[in-house]
């Protein structure tokens, strides 16, 4: 299948054919169709099944046509739960809809200029990418007007009720027009986000995607054990000198312990950052700009502040600490395996969170293969449970890949040429010291 047998606009189409996308995913090939014949929607898809695209194209489809309608407001609103994710789906939008240079978009959200977005507003404004809180501010403002609005999409809406989104969503669907269609994407459809969908669509058709289907990629999954945080400070030195990555991102639980790591693998050599919640937006624009361009070669981050990074070229993905979601786990190993290319997962945990591992396993309803290193192996294991593989095996046993039943072992072998340690920035809390790496290049077989 290709995306001209999807209903797509032919401005739209040149676009992707010209970004060398030609194959949708599966949630896009699903999506894609019903969408564009304005059907409301509930889809149960997971980061990097390629959900982006699955509601800007349609959304861009409808903007090709232009509207005949009074008013200034915008014909489609995204909601999304970070300003990171935010501002990749209009960064998306921008590249898919070159085409419609008439189209006017609009990113609102909070550590940006409000006068600037304010600014935005005055004008005629085709499309809107908003995060709840401040799209709450400029509504208090009285600066959006929402009587033409054709399209309401919330990406990742289970992560904006799990931030405490869920009273501004239902004020801000108050305030658009009963006609409208609704969009609604989510990692799941059950609980809470499944009782606010009921309130805000009409007939939906539900759409659930398998959570092992992914942007084309292999990842390889693998759980080392460790007493303590010593121990798995001594796991993760050992993987950034044998792994041979070429952009890692390492998930920290705190703010604080993000800055803390950063700058100890800096002071090690390593072109690092940290990201996190708490950091001026134009520094988290700076850093993410960096990472894409290549001169961080590690980045250090939270998961609220890691949502939607799209970066092809990250390689590894290491779970410092373990996530306090089991869904949150599947995002982080998301940033990995992208456009076709593989990856891999390593994740940390203390014998005394074991409990927490079989809560990611249950959720992905598979296993993680357990592994050790040699001499760095854990003095407590945890609990003998009903794990189908859980002989040691070794550091470098068969890993589970995400989509594949085998690997062929993680570590096994060092790339040539090592992982570019004491290339590149030199990066710390308070952004760049440095900079000479070169840009990764950037596949382009599938469209987010």
Not at 132 to 160: C, K, N, T, Y
Not at 255 to 266: C, I, P, R, V
Request: hydrophobic content about 30%; some cysteine; aromatic content about 6%.
């Amino acid at each position: 299948m290709h995306f001209s047998d999807l209903g797509i606009a032919p401005t739209i189409l040149r676009a992707l054919e010209t970004a060398g996308y030609t194959s949708p995913t599966g949630v896009q090939a699903e999506a894609i169709p019903a969408a564009i014949a304005g059907r409301d929607l509930l889809v149960s898809a997971q980061t990097g099944s390629g959900k982006t695209a699955a509601f800007l194209l349609p959304a861009l489809t409808k903007l090709s046509e232009r509207s005949t309608g009074k008013g200034q407001g915008p014909r489609v609103l995204v909601l999304c739960p970070t300003r990171e994710l935010a501002q990749q789906v209009e960064k998306n939008a921008l590249e898919y809809g070159k085409d419609l240079r008439w189209m006017k978009t609009a990113c609102l959200v909070g550590g940006a200029s409000f006068g600037y977005q304010t600014r935005a507003l005055s004008r005629p404004i085709d499309l809107i990418v908003a995060t709840p809180g401040r799209l709450m501010d400029h509504m208090r403002s009285g600066r959006i007007d929402f009587s033409r609005l054709e399209m309401l999409v919330l990406d990742e809406a289970d992560r904006m009720l799990d931030m405490g989104f869920i009273d501004d969503i239902e004020t801000i669907v108050k305030a658009t027009p009963e006609t409208r269609q609704t969009v609604l994407f989510s990692a799941t459809l059950d609980g809470t986000v499944g009782r606010m969908a009921e309130k805000m669509t009409r007939d939906p058709q539900r759409i659930e995607i398998a959570r092992t289907e992914t942007s084309g990629g292999t990842i390889e999954e693998h759980l080392l054990y460790a007493d303590d945080l010593n121990h798995k400070h001594r796991l993760l030195d050992h993987i950034l000198k044998e792994s041979g990555f070429d952009q890692c991102v390492i998930f920290s639980a705190t703010k604080a312990y993000t800055e803390e790591l950063a700058d100890k693998l800096s002071d090690q050599g390593y072109s690092a950052a940290c990201l996190h919640g708490d950091m001026p937006q134009s520094w988290r624009n700076r850093t993410l700009n960096d990472l894409r361009r290549g001169r961080i070669k590690i980045l250090v981050a939270t998961d609220v502040a890691a949502r939607g990074i799209d970066v092809p070229t990250i390689t590894h993905v290491v779970n410092f600490d373990l996530p306090k979601q089991a869904e949150d786990y599947v995002h982080r190993i998301g940033r990995t395996g992208r456009a076709g290319r593989d990856g891999t997962a390593i994740t940390l945990a203390e014998s005394k969170e074991f409990h927490k591992v079989r809560r990611i396993e249950q959720y992905l309803k598979r296993q993680i293969t357990e592994g050790v290193i040699e001499g760095m192996e854990p003095t407590r294991r945890p609990p003998k449970g009903p794990r189908r593989n859980g002989k040691p095996g070794g550091y470098g046993a068969q890993g589970q890949r995400r989509g594949s039943s085998s690997g062929n072992g993680y570590g096994r072998e060092r790339r040539e040429g090592g992982y570019g340690r004491g290339t590149g920035s030199s990066y710390d809390k308070r952004g760049p010291r440095s900079s000479s790496a070169s840009q990764g290049q950037r596949s382009t077989q599938r469209a987010d």
